[in-house]
């Protein structure tokens, strides 16, 4: 079975790249992607996140900024109990 690719996306930004509003503004999504996280915009798949949950093989791509922001509340959040 090969590893489905996702990179992390929202309602918001769907609704721009495809000029649509079907998709909620704040809800967050997942969009097929490459191994190395580039979109092919013209025919990716989108999933929800309890289409991806129990799924085998998935991989979720995160770019360099998403992750040093998810970092970064993880760590504010630690400091915060420890006060």
């Known amino acids: 079975m090969k590893t489905l690719n ?3 996306t929202t309602g918001q930004e769907l609704n721009e ?3 649509v509003a079907s998709f909620k503004e704040g ?3 997942f969009i ?3 191994k190395n996280g580039t979109v ?3 025919k990716a798949a989108v999933y929800t996140p309890v289409e991806l949950v129990g799924r085998d093989k998935v991989r979720i791509i995160l770019d360099l900024k998403q992750a ?3 970092l970064s509340i ?3 959040e630690e400091m915060a109990d420890n006060v």
């Open 74 to 76: 993880i760590v504010a």
């Open 17 to 19: 790249k495809w000029g």
């Open 32 to 34: 097929r992607c490459k």
């Open 6 to 8: 996702v990179k992390k």
């Open 68 to 70: 040093m922001h998810q």
């Open 27 to 29: 809800d967050i999504y």
């Open 40 to 42: 092919n915009w013209d």
